[in-house]
């Protein structure tokens, strides 16, 4: 079958801008890479490992990043995946704003109308589509009768022509009022899966979270950036297209200066007035941290946030220091930037950044927005994770209080290790690459950092306040010899649970020290 991207943005009537936090936004990512011997015209349809282990996770982490409530459904028979349909559109009646749909595997098209090809499916003939197979106006319908503003359908399968008069990018094969329509290649092209995920979605995923640019000019970006990697990976051009017939530009991440229908564009800090929520012009979200004025963000510090602050200070930097590879800082004269060792996607926390580092990226990040942004203290640290005013410790509880002391999300003692990123049972030995161990998942599905937000929140909606990364918080461990800088809240190096305890404070070292197990999150001054 011939693979194809399709992503289509429709938006009812009534379209608004939205930041990332207003309205709700409702998720559902689906896809199929274990065909369980699914038949289409007798052969056996070919399974597509890229798409459980690399599209579904990107996709996942990213739109949650954009404030979505995301359900993943993976292998789903034709049963199972009508049964979730349903699910999304009464989560989306429940919920009306802004909702997207994400199918990735195999698809076909027949007298203009886009099928997905669930597990098990036996496809005899071009006849039995309709009942072998899930239909995406099937899902679109039940997105629109759902009441959201806005709906977001992305469609990375197949699209053989089984059929004749099949039409290619210049028709929608869906329905069209309202809506923006982007194919990555016509009809009668084809796209190439691969082991590591389709490189369609790696380029939708790569733009998806621009601020400031319109789904419109977002797209754009993918189109060229497929264009080039077809031409010059594959040998040949796919020539993507588009249809739109929105009214104005629809902003995922807004920024100042864009406008939409029928509101202006918030501020490139955007509040949300229900929940005191605030977005800022890189993506970053700050929530309201009980009993103080200030926010707090609530995901550590990421590597695409980095790389910002990087660009943006390069001309204080020598050349070896300008370039953040995949696989971590580089060295830079004069200093010594620790590399982690390992590959990390823009959305993995920051590692290897000192404290000094993370001064640098919160003055940087001030200046650059206008507000004051800061290091956490270690009481705020505190108050973030749920335990108020209870003093933090740098000693273990012992066995007697370990029930009564909650992890950052809530869990009694001790947690399962799909609560956070931590070491467990398996062996890691330390934060050194020289010391580490063959690559194993460790039973939490990562061998080192996660993506920022893979777990579960805590009390507060903060993410990672145990496990991942270690933070550095604004402090002296001791005052009186000022010499370490706090560390809170355990990382994925931590052999024990208890390094994960809300309670527990680590004494972190010179405030020049990098490790592959330290990052940072930032806290927000409450604007004058």
Not at 52 to 69: C, Q, R
Not at 313 to 332: K, P, Y
Not at 457 to 468: A, E, F, K, M
Request: hydrophobic fraction near 35%; proline fraction near 7%.
């Amino acid at each position: 079958m011939k693979h194809l991207f399709l992503a289509l943005f429709m938006a009812a009537g009534g379209m608004a801008a939205f930041g990332q936090d207003t309205p709700p936004r409702t998720a559902l990512v689906m896809g199929v890479g274990d065909y369980g011997g699914a038949k289409f015209k007798g052969g056996t349809i070919p399974n597509l490992p890229g798409i459980t282990t690399a599209d579904l996770p990107g996709m996942e982490t990213k739109l949650k990043s954009l404030g979505f409530s995301v359900t993943v459904v993976t292998n789903p028979t034709l049963s199972e995946a009508k049964t979730a349909v349903d699910a999304f559109s009464a989560r989306i009646k429940a919920n009306p704003g802004v909702s997207l749909f994400y199918f990735s595997g195999h698809g076909g098209e027949y007298e203009g109308k886009n099928y997905l090809i669930p597990r098990g499916a036996n496809i005899g003939s071009k006849a039995d589509l309709s009942d072998e197979a899930l239909s995406a106006q099937r899902v679109l319908n039940g997105m629109e009768e759902s009441g959201a503003q806005v709906n977001l359908v992305f469609l990375d399968c197949c699209r053989e022509d089984l059929g004749k008069g099949v039409g290619g990018a210049e028709m929608a094969p869906l329905k069209a009022k309202g809506s923006f329509i982007g194919f990555a290649t016509r009809s009668g092209d084809f796209a190439d899966p691969g082991e590591e995920g389709s490189p369609y979605t790696r380029f939708l995923l790569k733009h998806l979270d621009k601020p400031g640019v319109s789904v419109a000019d977002m797209y754009s970006m993918v189109i060229g950036e497929v264009k080039d990697f077809s031409k010059r990976v594959l040998g040949e051009e796919r020539r993507p297209g588009f249809y739109s017939e929105l009214d104005a530009p629809f902003y995922l991440v807004p920024t100042v200066g864009a406008k939409s229908v029928p509101m202006a564009q918030p501020s490139p800090t955007s509040r949300s007035p229900a929940s005191g929520t605030i977005v800022n012009s890189i993506g970053m979200k700050f929530v309201p941290l009980p009993s103080t004025a200030v926010l707090i963000c609530s995901t550590e510090t990421r590597v695409r946030d980095y790389k910002q602050f990087m660009n943006d200070t390069q001309h204080d930097m020598s050349a070896s220091a300008q370039t953040l590879a995949q696989d971590g800082w580089q060295r830079r004269a004069g200093q010594d930037w620790l590399r982690p060792g390992f590959n990390q996607t823009d959305d993995h926390p920051v590692t290897c950044v000192s404290w000094e580092d993370a001064q640098a990226f919160c003055k940087w990040l001030s200046r650059k927005e206008g507000r004051t942004y800061r290091l956490p203290t270690d009481h705020e640290w505190s108050l973030a994770v749920g335990i108020g005013d209870r003093e933090a410790s740098s000693e273990a509880p012992s066995a007697k209080d370990e029930k009564i002391i909650a992890y950052p999300w809530n869990a009694d003692f001790p947690p399962s290790i799909k609560d956070g990123n931590y070491r467990g049972t398996e062996s890691r030995l330390g934060h050194e690459p020289s010391n580490w161990t063959t690559l194993v998942d460790f039973n939490d599905g990562f061998p080192r950092t996660s993506p920022v937000g893979s777990f579960k929140p805590g009390v507060h909606g903060l993410y990672d306040l145990g496990g991942n990364v270690w933070e550095w918080c604004a402090d002296w461990h001791d005052p009186a010899e000022p010499i370490c800088r706090v560390l809170r809240g355990g990382s994925w190096v931590s052999s024990q649970a208890t390094s994960l305890l809300s309670s527990m404070r680590l004494i972190g070292g010179a405030p020049d020290t990098r490790r592959s197990d330290i990052g940072f999150r930032c806290a927000l001054e409450p604007a004058p």
